[in-house]
């Protein structure tokens, strides 16, 4: 059951970065499951070096703003235009 949460968290997060960085039409599913879970450790693990911690509201915050990055991160190097 641990995993298919984790999957449907994860889409969710992806897909709303997908939409605040415009990258919505590129990618698909698999593509937003992917960048949501990596993403909303990144920013789980950069939030936790800076020190910030919360309730839902504030993790879910991290995890958008982490696959974001991510997804920015993608951006640079080309995979996304």
């Known amino acids: 059951m641990g995993l298919i949460v984790t999957l449907i968290i994860g889409g969710?997060?992806?897909w709303l970065a997908s939409i605040?960085?415009?990258?919505?039409?590129q990618m698909g599913i698999l593509g937003n499951v992917v960048v949501g879970i990596?993403?909303?450790?990144l920013g789980g693990w950069i939030a936790g070096q800076m020190g910030i911690g919360g309730g839902a509201v504030v993790s879910w915050g991290v995890a958008i703003a982490g696959a974001?990055?991510?997804?920015?991160l993608l951006k640079a190097i080309g995979v996304f235009k």
Do not use: E, H, P, S
């Not at 974001?68 to 920015?72: F, P, T």
């Open 20 to 25: 605040l960085m415009k990258t919505n039409a």
């Open 68 to 72: 974001a990055l991510l997804i920015g």
């Open 38 to 41: 990596v993403g909303a450790a």
């Open 12 to 14: 969710v997060v992806g």
